[in-house]
């Protein structure tokens, strides 16, 4: 196999570990918000049903953020492995914003995770939320120095690049704060309590079609729904104004977004079609004349640059972030119906009196992480053929390996995270499947192995 080769497989590899590590943090990053507001309601209110609802989640929360550290770890290492020339170029500027993420993000969830999950039967109550609240904090800062770091490689500023291609930082305050980092940013903070909010309430209505009086998932379920029906709205407008950003520092990979083959005024806005990058059209396209231009927040006359406007090797592969883009509006729409109708029952007396919004809740409950997995495809592959967009190619990012030496790896990830990550998913549904007890019992892993997220959970066996 050829260079060509091991770029492509490279390529996969990391795509493939990404897509199932972005599902845990997404997933964390909601939960333990959603963790530090029922523990809260539960010390104001004293009501039982936030204490067994904090209890259950918990261990959920335990085993979602376990697995995210280790899927974690292994995107890090193929930094070394597969993407030796970025390292080595990119280093001096992303290393210290993934420095920065360990120092206050990784190290306060560190030394407070073990007093959220074990603490409470040891510690005194305002100590233990407090320890939640700052868990809570540190997924968020996490999420902040990873964001950054990202939208860097989407929209560099405040660097320069020396004469052996190693880039430097000249304006650290523009490298955090690049210009499409506090709309990506915003964007993944909503995606998680989204996809949280969906994924409660997916669980909560599962029970409750099986046990229409469980107290706690009645809770859960209303609780969701309040945050999806809010979130979800606002994550359209937030959505919105990240796709106006991309146009101005990234406006070729909004002409693949929409499939603008051509250059010019008065863009038609495309619902859905097959697009073909050899022919440079969009097979049995059904499009809106007349509101592509309106959509992208300028004036019909105005001039949007199409796909020709840049040679065609620079092009990313069209279909598959069209496609990507249209699952997650198309998901998001989805999900500010299910929000309404959620409301709608809520206000007239109960959603769990309805078994098809429970059904549709159910059916709903994985959507989010399809929406996120969708997101990050556009956000990613529309970024191509650029590693970080205009400075440095990704085919000149890629260590110097062979491809058998990389199909060997990618082939070890996939059996490995079939078997670990299978197993790791399976037992999360069983416990979303049981459903909280009316007297949960706090996690004691005396007897298990300290520290050890799948102890917590396995209390309950």
Known sequence: MGDLDALVLARLQFAFTIAFHIIFPSFSIGLASLLAVLEGLWLTTRREVFRNLYLFWVKIFALSFGMGVVSGVVMSYQLGTNWSVFSTAAAPVIGPLFAFEVLTAFFLEASFLGIMLFGWKKV????HFTATVLVAIGTLISAFWILSANSWMQAPTGFAILPDGKLIATDWWAVVFNPTFPTRLAHMALAAFLTTALAVGGASAFVLLRDPDQPESRMALRMAIG?????????????????????????LKVAAIEAYWKTGPDQPQSLIGWPDRKAGKTHGEIAIPGIGNAIQGVSRDTVIQGLDAWPREDWP???????????MVGLGLAMIGLGAWGVW????????????????????????????IAGWIVAEAGRQ???????????????????????????????????????????????????PAPHEEAPTPEDRAPGSPLAVAGEDQ
């Open 385 to 435: 053929p650029w590693v970080i967009y205009g400075v440095l190619r990704t085919r000149d990012a890629v260590s110097p390996v062979g491809a058998g030496q990389v199909s060997v790896s990618l082939l070890a990830f996939m059996v490995i995270y079939a078997i670990v990550f299978s197993a790791g998913a399976i037992y999360i549904l069983r416990l979303m499947a049981r459903g």
């Open 227 to 251: 945050m999806f029906a809010i979130v979800a709205p606002l994550q359209l407008v937030i959505g919105h104004t990240s796709g106006e950003l991309a146009r101005h520092h990234q406006p």
């Open 317 to 327: 592969v069209v279909g598959l972030i069209y496609w990507s883009f249209r699952v």
């Open 345 to 372: 029952h809520v206000y007239r007396g109960g959603p769990e009196a309805s078994p098809w919004f429970l059904r549709a809740s159910v059916l709903m409950g994985p959507m989010g992480f399809v929406a996120v």
């Open 124 to 127: 005194g109550p305002g100590l």
